[in-house]
């Protein structure tokens, strides 16, 4: 693709653009044909730079904050959005995300499941989760550790509100693109085992090594919206 040609869009959809191309060429690379939900990931950035982006096809956004999140979601209350929670969650917290958002993929913890599943009201779909894996041991500390997530899978999957959708994670950044690829290797090999379907890994830095190991949804920031915003508040 000549991006000169385009150079009259914005510089969001030429961002996007090149992200589109990126996932491409890594579905090829891998001999995929399925393909990868792009999550947009929205934190910082106000609700004008989410609608333009849903202007531009864009579905599927990713929160990390929720106060944040309501507020964007009051503003766009007229687009058709899958929200996804993606940030740390704090009990407090649970009644809200399990009202607003139809995805959760940081779930590592059986009493948060447990909550957003009580509180998940009940003319809604069963709220789709993932289980957060700290894969590489060293990112965060959030994150079940591989050896406990058939024990929390389990769990999980009793619970009525919910859907266990897959695994999600957020490794270390790391230096060259093999070791990229290993930890999001290992959260396959953990998904396959406990029969699972999606792998919610790869963000703006590594989101080739993501798809090539078999990323269904990449989280995707700064490549998208630009460098972040200073937080306020
Ligand atoms: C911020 C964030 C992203 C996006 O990160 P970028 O590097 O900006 O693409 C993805 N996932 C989570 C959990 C995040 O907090």
Redesign the pocket.
Known sequence: MNTGKYSSESPLAQRLARIRRRIGEALHAAGRQDDVTLVA?G?TWPAGALLEAWRLGIRHF?E?YLQEALAKQQALGHCDITWHF??PIQSNKTRAIATHFHWVHTVDRLKIARRLSQQRPEWLAPLNVCIQVNVSGEASKAGVAPEAAAELAAAIRELPNLRLRGLMT?PAPAADFDAQRRPFRQLRQLRDALGLEDLSMG???DLEAAVQEGATLV?????LFGP?QPRRG
């Open positions: 990931v934190k990713g990390n993606i940030g957020i963000m703006s830095a989280r995707i920031g700064s490549a972040r």
